[in-house]
């Protein structure tokens, strides 16, 4: 039975769906861009809105599916959030490109709404439906400007591998499920490791690293970057990666991943292969986006050690580090793509390097976004990506992980080549060259990476507030 | 052991499956003896109940069959839901009634979004074109 507190704990996803569904019927009735983009992000501040009531009444099992509890809201904050900062970036991007944009904001809904269930997943049912809803939405929101010959073929290209990648994971919980008899996740911590259930994780794992696009399954990352219009690439690259990942750390903290020796060997081969493929493919890239492709490979390499650690350090650390990262990531990789997509001239996108020369003379503001954004990347003090490298170094110690650590150390001083060299391209005198980019300046845009860039310094400058927050999304 | 199938129950379905393998293999076989090559005009031709084939194998439909599909096999589907639903009406109680109340919305909803951006109409572009010009 659903109790009233059990509603009331999943009412952050169910204003997501009651916005999907008023979206959708106010395109059916009358298309107007403006009215879907209001109606979207009412809907996304009131599930915001409602999240910390709903942690009141954490931790709480609604249906044997859904866990809500305090990790999961964490993480479902972040994404709404995140989805915030797109849906702006979305309104004046889609609006010059696109002849319908209005879709692209009931997209982004059903797509947070799977990462909503991914976040709270506690069931393999839970986790095919989540990673579908999210996959499937994001689908359509690469190939939206089906007009472009990029767009498409990314599309597509998603599509064919994500689907195979879908094969292989519902075969690894179908040998999972054939040996222990049950989809929780928490069962699988008293079932023994027979070689069924070691073969049906590693499929799992193998699923899994696709969509976080780790090296060997990492081939469709930089197409799929660059062929995606600015700020859906924005989205990938952050809620749907990161729900991934939120969901992969709860079920290797519930389903006892460490207790096999193989999984751990198989997560530290991923992340150190990941570390230095997505670091040294990242060194001669002359695009943008297909360089922050590579360096996502990169990043996302860094947080496997958080989840190889959860199996020797406490979940409850590994949560917190996970979740600093992950804010810390998304705030980053928001920053980035909203420069370069308010910096996209309306025909086209900035995405070349020689776009970008003398930036910092001809349009200080987003430059000054962007180098941020690279160096807190790259791990510089003072930004948000240095107290997150630091809680990858504080998992990595506890967990004794000190191969993994001396590679993390390497791929950032690699790191540093490539996203330096952007800075040195954006410092050097302008040039005037004819179709320059140019901002078409829309309000809410600027107004998004005004926040970005006070968020990126002050979780660096004074990360005590976020981590106090986070210190109460403890996994159980 | 109730969820399993004894090996005994499935006598009748693998002598079926043999009967059929049979008879397909006999149908195939008997005519290679009993038939003598000859070419004709219209031997080439496929046979399909009498009726003349007329031109390529490529046709080309119009992409207004795809989505059309798609629907069908999309609200199939949630059919199907509905229908287990509807076999364990009494066991789901009102709980299951307002959950599946509220499935139905939302797939009205959806019935309603599609209808109006145009995707059940069956018409291409210009045919839409030229019927706009006739009202």
Known sequence: MISAVDLIALLPLLILTGTAILAMLAIAIRRNHRLVFLLTVAGLLGALALVPMAANMTPRTVTPLLLVDRYALVFTALALAAGLVVVCLCRSYFGVRADQPEEVYLLILTALLGAGVLAAGRHFASFFLGLETLSVSLFALIAYPYRDERALEAGIKYLVLSGAASGFLVFGMALVYADTGTLEFSALISASSTLTIIIGTILIVAAVSFKLSLVPFHLWTADVYQGAPAPVTAFLATVSKGAVFVLLLRYAVAGGLGQAPALVNVLSLLAALSMLAGNLLALRQDNLKRLLAYSSIAHMGYLLIVLVAGSKVSGSFAAEALLFYLAAYFVTTLAAFGTITVLSPSDREAESLDDYAGLFHSHPWPATVLASALLSLAGIPLTAGFVGKFYLFAAGGLGELWTLLALLVVGSGLGLYYYVRVIFQMAKPSLDIAGKPTAPAPLEAHLVLVVLLVLLFGLGVYPGGVIDLLTMAALR | ?135
Do not use: C, K, N
């Open chain 2, 1 to 135: 052991m109730s969820d399993f199938v004894q090996v005994s129950q499935l006598w009748p379905l693998i002598g079926y499956s043999a009967a059929v393998l049979v008879v397909i293999g006999a149908m195939l076989a008997i005519p290679r003896f009993l038939s003598h090559e000859r070419h004709a005009r219209y031997t080439e031709e496929p046979f399909e109940s009498g009726v003349v084939p007329v031109g390529d194998v490529r046709v080309r439909l119009a992409v207004q069959y795809y989505p059309v599909a798609i629907f069908f096999v999309i609200f199939d589907l949630e059919a199907i839901f509905i229908f287990a639903w509807a076999v364990a009406f009494r066991e789901a109680g009102w709980l299951g009634y307002l959950e599946m109340l509220a499935f139905i919305g939302i797939l009205l909803a959806s019935l309603v979004y599609l209808w109006r951006i145009g995707a059940l109409d069956w018409r291409t572009r210009r045919q839409r074109l030229q019927d706009s010009f006739l009202d």
